[in-house]
């Protein structure tokens, strides 16, 4: 491959072969990441230069993915190095990589941002990276009640839901949106206020039960009975959500639902925090793409 750059003897980092992508899906599922199912491949689809790869004598050791969104924001994830190579330099090598291609692949001034463990905190800030707040994921088993008004998505045409979404993300996604909201097996639903659009949610199947996200809503009632119907759709099956801390209420409902917290990322931005309500994100999307 010519963009191929050494990072160690034997080692060299660059593009992700379409190949290789099964094998750090793998990974993620091994760390218990419990990705989407369609996650990654409509992740690829959108922008497979976001794949980067670091290969030992031709095989995949080490990748993470580096997504650009129109230019305007970037998002590090699927951050993994092979278990018998951890500690050997290996990752260190490979962000620093990343985060320097991503920032080539933006436009200038633009932000990046990740969800990182939070012991890995103190390098990421290293990094130029500085602590936003907390997203804390919650699970248990789906229980909920259908509520009448909500409408499918597809009744919803596209531009409506994205120029939603847009008031809520850091940048426009359009096209990574339009796959993620029609991937096989998923259940979403919208909410109208005197033909507004005012809250929208989806459930994907993951490698175990299912995820909510995006899951954003203008007011908590809202939320909740969107909630609520999601669960129903999927009664009686393990699901998770994400919540970023900062939006109590969200949190509140997850737990009166009957989740309970489970694991976290500290989300961290390079190059300033993008403005966002975060009072109304009520379930990120994906831990690995923002």
Same mark, same amino acid.
């Given at each position: 491959?010519n963009?191929?750059h050494e990072?160690g003897?034997g ?7 379409a190949?290789? @992508? ?6 993620a599922?091994?760390?218990?990441w ?16 976001a794949?980067?790869?670091?290969r ?15 230019r ?11 278990q ?10 490979l962000w ?5 291609r991503l920032i080539?692949?933006l ?22 990276f500085?602590?936003a707040h907390?997203d804390?994921?919650?699970e248990?088993?789906?229980h ?25 993300v850091?940048?426009p996604?359009?096209e990574f ?13 919208a909410?109208?206020?005197?033909g507004?659009?005012?809250a ?10 299912y ?20 669960l ?27 989740? @309970?917290?489970?694991f ?5 931005y390079?190059g300033g925090?993008p ?5 109304? @994100? ?6 690995e793409?923002?």
């Open positions: 491959m963009d191929e990072i003897p080692r060299l980092v660059g593009a992700m072969r190949d290789e @992508v099964a094998t750090l899906i793998e990974w599922a091994q760390e218990s419990n990705p989407g199912i369609a996650d990654v491949g409509i992740a690829w689809s959108v922008d497979p230069a794949f980067i790869a670091v030992e004598r031709g095989e995949l050791v080490a990748g993470g993915t580096i997504l650009s969104y129109d305007a924001f970037g998002f590090m994830g699927l951050f993994i190095v092979r018998d190579l951890r500690g050997a330099g290996v990752g260190t090598s620093q990589y990343r985060r320097d080539g692949r436009a200038p001034g633009a932000s990046i941002g990740m969800d990182g463990v939070f012991g890995m905190v103190p390098f990421y800030e290293r990094g130029g500085v602590l907390r804390l994921r919650l248990g088993t789906a909920g009640a259908r509520d009448p008004s909500v409408v499918t998505l597809g009744a919803v045409g596209f531009p409506v839901i994205d120029s939603f979404d847009q008031r809520h850091a940048a996604r359009s949106l339009r796959r993620w909201l029609e991937q096989p097996g998923a259940h979403g639903g909410l109208f206020e005197d507004r659009l005012v929208y949610g989806m459930v994907r199947p993951c490698r175990v039960g995820r909510f996200g995006p899951f954003l809503a203008e007011r908590a009632d809202l939320a909740e009975r969107l909630m609520g119907h999601l129903a759709a999927i009664e009686g099956e393990q699901v998770q959500i994400d919540v970023p801390e900062p939006n109590e209420a969200g949190l509140g409902l997850a737990r009166e639902s009957g989740l @309970v917290e489970s976290g990322c500290a989300r961290m390079l925090e403005d966002i309500p975060l009072n109304r @994100v009520f379930g990120v999307t994906s831990f793409f923002g």
